[in-house]
């Protein structure tokens, strides 16, 4: 049995969230800042001098649990020196109709060169096309920094673990 | 367990207690060896299984105790409920060298333990770099994996304080150092001086600054640099084939067997998908997988490195017809029925010849179809003597390891370090425990050093000398050449002879120093009427083994597939000629030239070689490493290997395109499954009977306990979980009783001014299957000649220097190296290094 006044109160509910601020926005048109802690599509970092941080431990290809990376690596050179120490990634693939965003190969990056960014605009018309590759997840050169490969003098980085704070 | 153990494993047992479990071993047992025997683990970075302990690195530090005797009438003196009591040595003691005894008491895992653990990882890791993600070792790593089990997370050294050295330093064209990752065990210097006998490596300064060098021109010059990789505990060692080629972790792992000698060392294939190669799985590694009786833990840098040739971009993808003069892409089925119809033609006149690298299946199969037809079926081998080793072959269960005092080993005409590198490493071992080794070649080898005799002749008579030492041991002798009667009354040889006789054991190994085929059936028979003559037959450890050119030769000749004592005339009087995994045109014009003259030629093979150019057929086949199969050993050994990598579109293993032409002619022959020819084999051939794939596959405990999660002990090498092998009986272990067959000795024949052109192998040679490895490169023998250095300063040629050498009626340039061991009158050819030779041959060499 209906109660009494029950439709009423319900209809009165609908009525008074017309006047409310309306929680959704107009998206794409308006985009709503995300939280610091985001986890979005994944950046390759750069330090400073355009190096990459990457050094193709495929660490985080072992620890993500959706296999969605796949890393190669090879070995610089101080005449084509892609990022300190010996090692760099050649081939960095992340497919993201795998990538679960869980972060874990964030979390395992000895480096810091992996990170989760802000882009959550993903969309593919074919199933390759979600493979993104190291040239499209590395982040831009600053402008006063030089390019990757660098020619640099012997023995400047030779160590592939830079000094990092100290994370306490 | 450790060869230290295995020599005292006549010896008493003794009952010892390590961790609450009680254990039996042998009296002499090292403490890590007995604990490992069971899986218990005492973790060490210094020791290996397989070297003798040095007690450096002090990781396996533990407690250990005795039972107390009483001093006056050396009674057990007995706690209050009875048990012995035990009076532990006041300081911690390395378990790597304290022999286990009757009641000792061994604790790992005490407070005093645990902390003596945590400071040997904290000072070890004052000085390593910690770089642990790009290390090659990082997954595989004893310092990673016993940091992790036993070591402190805090370190109370200073980051900073951190001794820096060089991190790329190549010690050799294949093995790389990183001089701040070691941690100084010298398992790799004692392995090249103790177990393989090539000091090129060693430890420099003292201290912090202590540091690993290579005192050899070319750095780390040695058939083994590849084994000190898998033995390193660290990352200070790593292969330029691998280096950064992927992480352990990502990596499978597929059993095969190599097929580069006779030997038939266990093999794993590390493969992984690679974007270079379009998304296809390839093989990165070669790791050694263990088989304590053909080739322990190790393998040779050519088994480590020459497997790139399966991958090669230059391999063959289609079939090949000939039109007009030009090799044309066809389909199968035209190529096949082309095939078919000419063979068919042809009939017993199809000559069918087949290279020693293909499988017991496929030489089957070959062996079979041309029966059918009734042609001949060819083995391309220089060698001869298949059909004696099946018959007088080493015994079911013979086992180098198992070899000591009572066995006497002959190596004859055989460089054996250069020709099967496992065996010459067997046999060392074996003299070190006191077996009886005699060489018998006309120069030095590298086994000289093992010898208790050395024999010398001349190029042409190693029969002459074999049947010399049976003259020396048996009263009553046929008639011999006066060479041999001279031989015979050699001191020497008759200290060698009676060394032989007497012997409880005797193995023959026989090689192809300088022989051409016939000198080679001369040899191996009188290697058989020696090891006749002296009973040492059809038993384990005693008999007679090839050391064959080609990985399966072994398994050709038992497929009933024998080499051609004139190759050259079988091909121009055949009809139709097909050829598989031989190359004879690349390695002799003459043969070339006889293809030329051949009605039609088919060639199955993996790449374009000289013989598939002139070929009206070329057939491409899969290679070893796509597929299953089987190979014989020289020790008589069917071993399986596994697929590794998927086949290349649209190829078949070679017995299967066999098969489909079969087919084509009424012959019904298994195309897919090798188990099934296998089963076939069985079949037919007497001494493969009762065999199967399943009794191929299986595994017994071996010691020491190898690869598995604790490679601190053993290494990275890998467990064998995938088959054994069966050691076939020759026929003389079934009870046949051959007799002596008395051959004519060949002769030499030397005229003029002519120096005599022998033909000599090289390990690292310019074979087909060698030179797609790049990184083998400036490893591999340029074409050159030896000369005796008094010969060569008669010439006026210097060593190093260029000359022109004319043989056989072709002239080539080649470099020159001086061997003072070598006869004089004598010019030593390389096989496999594009100069044309098969026999001893006159030969004249012009000064540029």
């Known amino acids: 049995m209906l109660r009494p006044g029950a439709l009423m109160r319900g209809m009165w509910t609908t009525f008074k969230s017309m006047f409310e601020k309306p929680v959704t926005v107009m998206y794409p048109q308006v985009k709503r800042p995300v939280s610091k802690r985001f986890k979005g599509r994944h950046e390759l970092k750069r330090y400073d001098n355009g190096l990459e941080k990457c050094i193709g431990c495929a660490l985080c290809a072992a620890a993500c649990p959706a296999d969605a990376i796949f890393v190669e690596a090879s070995e610089n050179t101080d005449e084509q020196r892609y990022s300190p120490g010996e090692r760099y990634a050649s081939t960095y693939e992340i497919n993201f109709l795998r990538c679960i965003y869980c972060g874990f190969c964030e979390d395992a990056c000895p480096t810091e060169a992996i990170v989760l960014g802000d882009n959550y605009e993903l969309s593919y018309t074919n199933r390759s096309e979600a493979i993104y590759t190291r040239e499209m997840l590395l982040v831009p050169v600053h402008p006063s920094a030089a390019p990757t490969p660098q020619k640099v003098a012997p023995g400047t980085f030779d160590r592939p673990i830079p000094e990092m704070e100290d994370p306490d | 367990m450790s060869e230290l153990v295995k020599n005292e494993a006549a010896q008493n047992m003794v009952t010892l207690t390590i961790d609450d479990h009680t ?56 706690e209050d409920d009875g048990s012995p009591k035990i009076q532990f040595f006041p300081n911690l003691m390395t378990g790597c060298t304290f022999r286990a005894s009757e009641g000792m008491v061994v604790r790992g895992y005490t407070e005093k333990v645990t902390a003596a653990r945590k400071e040997v990882l904290e000072f070890l890791l004052t000085s390593h770099p910690l770089d642990c993600p790009t290390c090659d070792k990082g997954g595989e790593c004893p310092l990673q994996n016993l940091t992790m089990q036993f070591g402190d997370g805090e370190s109370r050294f200073i980051y900073d304080e951190k001794m820096h050295s060089a991190k790329h330093v190549a010690l050799g064209d294949l093995i790389f150092l990183d001089r701040e990752r070691c941690i100084q065990c010298a398992r790799c210097t004692r392995f090249q001086d103790e177990i393989v006998d090539d000091q090129v490596i060693g430890f420099s300064n003292r201290g912090r600054a202590l540091e690993i060098v290579t005192f050899s021109d070319p750095g780390f010059d040695s058939y083994w640099s590849g084994n000190t990789t898998d033995i390193c505990p660290v990352g200070a060692l790593t292969t330029a084939d691998f280096r950064f080629g992927a992480r352990p972790w990502e990596m499978n792992a597929s059993a095969s067997i190599c097929n580069h000698c006779a030997v038939g060392c266990n093999l794993t294939f590390n493969t992984r998908r690679e974007v270079k190669s379009g998304g296809e799985k390839i093989i990165k590694r070669v790791m050694p997988r263990q088989n304590e009786a053909v080739n322990e833990i190790w393998i040779c840098d050519k088994g480590r490195f020459a497997y790139h040739f399966t991958a090669s971009d230059q391999r063959l993808n289609q079939p090949l017809i000939r039109k007009d003069g030009k090799l044309v892409p066809s389909s199968w089925e035209l190529a096949l029925d082309l095939v078919t119809s000419r063979f068919k033609n042809a009939g017993e006149n199809l000559v069918t010849l087949a290279g020693g690298r293909l499988s017991n299946e496929d030489l089957f199969n070959l062996a079979e179809l041309s029966a059918h037809l009734g042609g001949d079926a060819l083995l391309y081998s220089d060698m001869a003597g298949g059909d004696l080793v099946s018959r007088l072959g080493v015994g079911e269960g013979t086992n180098f390891s198992d070899m000591g005092p009572e066995t006497a080993i002959l190596v004859v005409a055989c460089n054996l370090e250069e020709e099967a590198p496992l065996w010459w490493l067997r046999i060392k071992q074996a003299a070190e425990r006191g077996a009886k080794v005699i060489v018998a070649n006309p120069r030095k080898t590298k086994l000289d050093r093992s010898a208790i005799h050395n024999l010398r002749y001349e190029y042409g008579q190693e029969a002459g000398l074999v049947t010399a030492l049976l003259s020396a041991i048996s009263p009553k002798q046929p008639k011999s050449p006066a060479f041999v009667n001279k031989l015979a009354k050699d001191k020497e040889v008759k200290a060698a002879a009676k060394a032989l006789s007497e012997a409880e054991n005797t193995v023959i190994l026989f090689g192809s120093e300088g022989t051409s085929y016939a000198a080679s059936a001369a040899l191996a028979q009188a290697c058989a ?96 490493t796509e597929r299953e199969g089987t190979y014989t050993s020289g020790e008589r050994r069917v071993q399986r290997f596994y697929p590794a990598v998927p086949s290349l579109p649209d190829l078949l293993p070679d017995f299967g395109i066999t098969a489909e032409i079969a087919g084509r002619l009424g012959l019904e022959l298994e195309k897919t499954a090798p188990a099934s020819v296998m089963l076939q084999i069985a079949e037919v051939v007497p001494d493969y009977a009762e065999l199967t794939y399943q009794k191929l596959a299986k595994v017994e405990k071996q010691f020491p306990l190898i690869g598995r999660e604790d490679v601190y002990y053993g290494g990275t090498s890998y467990q064998n979980s995938q088959g054994l092998g069966v050691q076939l009986k020759p026929a003389a272990q079934n009870g046949d009783s051959p007799v002596l067959v008395i051959t004519e000795l060949p002769e030499v024949k030397l005229s003029g001014e002519e120096l005599l052109a022998v033909p000599v192998t090289r390990l690292l040679d310019l074979g087909n299957t060698v030179t797609p490895s790049e990184v083998l490169v400036t490893r591999l023998a340029k074409p050159h000649v030896a000369l005796h250095p008094q010969d060569a300063e008669k010439l006026g040629v210097e060593w190093g220097s260029k000359v022109k050498l004319i043989l056989n009626g072709s002239t080539q340039t080649v470099l020159v190296e001086f061997d003072n061991s070598m006869p004089h009158g004598v010019v030593l050819v390389p096989r496999s290094l594009g100069i044309p030779i098969i026999s001893p041959t006159p030969a004249t060499i012009k000064v540029l």
């Open chain 2, 23 to 78: 254990m039996s071993v042998p009296e002499g047992t090292l403490v890590v060896d007995a604990a490992r025997s069971i899986g218990l683990d005492i973790p060490v970075f210094c020791y290996h299984p397989k070297m003798e302990p040095v007690g450096m690195c002090r990781m396996c530090l533990v407690e250990i105790g005795t039972p107390m005797r009483d001093r006056t009438t050396s009674e057990p003196i007995l």
């Open chain 2, 529 to 624: 009427n020696l090891l006749i003559a002296s009973g040492h037959i059809g038993r384990p450890n005693n008999g007679l083994i090839g050391v064959w050119d080609k990985g399966n030769a072994q398994g050709a000749w038992d497929m009933g597939l024998r080499p051609s004592e004139d190759l050259d005339a079988a091909l121009k009087t055949s009809q139709a000629v097909y050829i598989s995994a031989a190359d004879p045109a690349g390695d002799s014009k003459q043969y070339a030239s006889a293809l030329k003259k051949a009605d039609f030629v088919v060639v199955q093979e993996l790449y374009m070689t000289a013989t598939a150019e002139l070929a009206d057929v070329v057939l491409p086949a899969q290679a070893f």
